[in-house]
């Protein structure tokens, strides 16, 4: 049973354009909600995160949208320039017991 | 200010054989998490360690143990190899009391023959 569901599994946008990655989740103990960016051969790297008492966080071109009743997030990354294509990972973890919860990722292509 | 570091960066193994993986954490982190991720796949938790104890596991068999060592680095082993456990082991690290951010180190490639 996959807790964090991701949405699309691939994506392709061109450069200057919005790329918009979507999550939800079903374990309403879920209160950290992060996305992590992973190239290939590397670890995953925190891109931006959020606590379900704010509906959105901005961070640079990187924006994060939460809608709790929905149990759903998306990140949104504004002007998308080649260098942002990798996979892009969301996850959720209670405070609780600090296990991050992963969803499937999203492989997202810049063309230039 | 060093991040997360990880040894060896590749392994080649074959099955039957055990395997130890070794994390430093980043600076100021007491708290270190293990996880697998296959091949295009997200990664699952293995376990965590904390003041040198398990304090989490995840749904992985008993070859799969770990150590937390009084400097905080942690070391991952795998006894019994099977072809399945061919995979990037990351290691990723925390404040116990801060917030729930995790910070990965570049990973382990095993590969198992």
């Known amino acids: 049973q996959q807790q964090v569901k991701q949405s699309p599994q691939s994506l392709i946008v061109q450069k200057g354009g919005i790329s918009i990655i979507n999550c939800a989740y079903e374990?309403?103990?879920?209160?950290?909600f992060p996305w992590y960016q992973q190239f290939p051969g590397k670890g995953p790297a925190l891109l931006i995160a959020?606590?379900?008492d704010v509906s959105e966080k901005k961070e640079g071109r990187f924006t994060i949208s939460f809608n709790k009743s929905a149990k759903q997030f998306s990140l949104h990354i504004m002007d998308s320039q080649p260098g942002d294509s990798a996979t892009y990972f969301c996850?959720?973890?209670?405070?609780?017991?600090?296990?991050?919860?992963w969803g499937l990722g999203t492989s997202l292509a810049v063309n230039p | 200010d060093a991040g997360v570091t990880q040894s060896p960066t590749h392994l080649i193994k074959t099955r039957g054989q055990q395997v130890t993986l070794r994390c430093s954490p980043k600076s100021g982190h007491d708290t270190v998490s293990w996880y697998q991720q296959a091949l295009g796949q997200g990664p699952q938790f293995i376990f965590q360690?904390?003041?040198?104890?398990?304090?989490q596991r995840g749904n992985f068999p008993d070859r799969f143990s770990g150590h937390q060592f009084p400097n905080y680095s942690s070391e991952l082993n795998v006894n019994a190899l099977l072809l399945g456990d061919s995979a990037l082991y990351l290691c990723?690290?925390?404040?116990?009391?801060?917030?729930?951010?995790?910070?990965f180190g570049p990973g382990t490639r095993l590969t198992v023959l």
């Open positions: 996850a959720a973890s209670p405070q609780s017991n600090r296990k991050l919860i």
């Open positions: 374990n309403t103990a879920f209160d950290y």
């Open positions: 959020i606590r379900p």
């Open positions: 360690y904390y003041e040198e104890e398990e304090r």
């Open positions: 990723a690290s925390q404040a116990w009391g801060g917030t729930n951010e995790q910070f």
